[in-house]
């Protein structure tokens, strides 16, 4: 390619969106990113990325951001799709937007690309539509997805999502990757900064669930993206993760962590059966029917009882990819977190 590819990035203002940003511009791509009139552009300064107003549950403003990229783009500076959006949580009022931002926000974008003539497009989708380990070894893309009977609306919907973009294959040169746990800097809003600041402030409690999650660095996400964007076959999904832990080790090494930075944290004691984890899911969604809490919902804690454990084999034998020892992700973290004051109790 002796010109840089022109790059439309939906959720470029997100934790991992501006991440992906960041990388494609440092590579030389012309970044254009798809904004909303609420997103936060600040994000973005020091990229040479170019705003396009758009959103994903408006077909309209999808086309003409789209066709923008194309008559911006050449034969040898093709236009690429990098879509990256998506409505993220675990309490029942999010069901509505996530089946219209996850599946039908996802065909509109799609749709745009395709009619625009677009060459490449990748889809940012998650490692829990591959599925979760049931014994203990890690599952691989290849594997049967087996975590449709959770049931958690955010689940359902990337799965079906992912589904209608490879069916795509065809009309258009369409990739996947399927990230893990992301940590780093700048996701002080994420659930895995949430999770280390509850951890820092005490409010975690002495138990934590039986499940674990395979986890990954924001910045080798990026990177993972751009390269399946470069390297990736046609069709293929591409698993991004560094390692797995058990929430309750991902916890002590944490705490082991926080304390060397003399912060009076403790780590979890024990965790909870899995035989028994049903039973507390069952508790919370009798207490749901009176009132749901806004973090531990019954859909949040049946997203920690399954080991999310998978390799990323595929990435690194056919990507290069090679992501940064999670130890070095989680102290970047800690850094960031810290910096802003959110690790001590307030």
Not at 11 to 30: H, S, T
Not at 90 to 106: F, H, I, M, P, S
Not at 272 to 299: D, F, G, K, Q, Y
Request: glycine fraction near 8%.
């Amino acid at each position: 390619m002796s010109a840089p590819a022109q790059v439309l990035v939906t959720g470029a203002c997100g934790f991992l969106g501006r991440a992906i940003c960041r990388e494609l511009d440092a590579q030389g791509y012309q970044v254009h990113a798809l904004v909303r009139s609420q997103s936060d552009r600040s994000v973005l300064e020091g990229t040479r990325a170019h705003y396009i107003s758009g959103d994903l549950t408006d077909l309209d403003s999808l086309q003409r951001a789209a066709q923008q990229v194309s008559e911006a783009s050449t034969s040898t500076s093709p236009a690429w799709l990098v879509h990256n959006a998506a409505a993220l949580g675990y309490r029942r009022r999010d069901a509505q937007l996530q089946k219209a931002v996850n599946v039908e926000g996802t065909a509109n974008v799609f749709l745009a690309a395709c009619k625009a003539h677009f060459t490449r497009a990748l889809h940012v989708s998650s490692v829990v539509t591959v599925g979760h380990a049931e014994r203990a070894q890690n599952v691989t893309e290849a594997i049967d997805w087996n975590a449709g009977d959770l049931p958690v609306e955010y689940v359902q919907t990337k799965r079906e999502a992912e589904e209608n973009v490879l069916a795509l294959c065809s009309e258009l040169d369409v990739r996947v990757v399927n990230p893990g746990a992301i940590f780093g800097p700048g996701g002080e809003q994420g659930n895995t900064s949430k999770l280390l600041i509850a951890l820092a402030q005490g409010k975690l409690g002495p138990v934590v669930p039986p499940g674990g999650m395979s986890v990954v660095g924001v910045a080798d996400t990026a990177r993972g993206v751009r390269l399946a964007l470069e390297r990736g076959r046609r069709g293929a999904r591409y698993i991004l993760t560094d390692e797995f832990l058990c929430t309750r080790d991902l916890c002590e090494r944490a705490v082991a962590r926080m304390r060397l930075r003399g912060l009076a944290a403790r780590a979890p004691r024990l965790s909870v059966p899995r035989s028994l984890w049903p039973v507390v899911i069952a508790a919370v969604r009798t207490l749901e029917l009176i009132h749901e809490p806004r973090l531990t919902t019954s859909r949040a804690l049946r997203m920690v009882g399954p080991d999310w454990r998978a390799s990323s084999e595929r990435a690194r034998e056919e990507l290069g990819w090679r992501p940064t020892p999670f130890d070095c992700v989680l102290g970047e973290t800690l850094d960031h977190l810290e910096a802003l004051g959110l690790l001590v109790a307030s």
